[in-house]
């Protein structure tokens, strides 16, 4: 594209992906933001993947079950509207904060073997992305984490990722930091890259 500085900014797998650029590439990145996830590690391993009785932890059971070849597509073709449904919901901390329509937009993309199959490779990524991760050198590259229900994450992975960190906590916010609170993140964002 002929740029020569970029700043670019992305949510949950789409921060795993800015951040895989700009270690790739931090001669042209100016600045780096990272909403509500970083990028997998080895601590991803230590994930529990079942519910831990009495506490108040959602656990992420989608990224194992993303990991299935062929299952998923074939359980969830024609009804990825139960499963988008799910995680809003769950994921969400105003559950209004995404009309139905929005919901069912998401849901129709999805909703094919070939779109699920695609969106499970993201998940199937991520062996490769840990063992990537122990090849970066540290980031130094000015870097931006916002967080809502994903802050506790990033402030434990990010300073040891990257040396130039700003961490900044979305209140009242589960992990769809522009859905639920778009004007709060987006400030932040904009301040972030003004100054």
Do not use: C
Request: charged fraction near 20%.
């Amino acid at each position: 594209m002929g740029l020569k500085r970029i700043s670019i900014a992305g949510h949950d797998i789409g921060a795993h992906v800015a951040f895989s650029f700009a270690v790739n590439y931090s001669d042209i990145v100016a600045k780096l933001i990272m909403l509500d996830t970083p990028h997998p590690d080895e601590g991803m391993y230590q994930l529990p993947m079942l519910p831990i009785l009495g506490a108040n932890y959602l656990y992420p059971w989608w990224l194992s079950f993303n990991q299935v070849k062929e299952l998923p597509e074939r359980l969830l073709e024609g009804r990825m509207d139960v499963v988008i449904e799910w995680l809003f919901n769950h994921l969400l901390k105003d559950v209004n904060s995404i009309s139905d329509f929005d919901k069912s937009v998401y849901a129709a993309a999805y909703n094919n073997k070939d779109a699920i199959r695609a969106s499970n490779g993201w998940y199937q990524a991520f062996p490769q992305d840990i063992q990537d991760m122990k090849t970066y050198n540290k980031l130094s590259v000015p870097t931006l984490g916002i967080g809502g229900s994903g802050y506790d994450m990033l402030a434990m992975s990010l300073p040891k990722m990257i040396s130039n960190v700003k961490l900044k906590k979305i209140e009242n916010s589960g992990h769809f930091l522009l859905t639920e609170k778009p004007t709060e993140t987006v400030e932040l964002m904009i301040d972030f890259l003004e100054h």
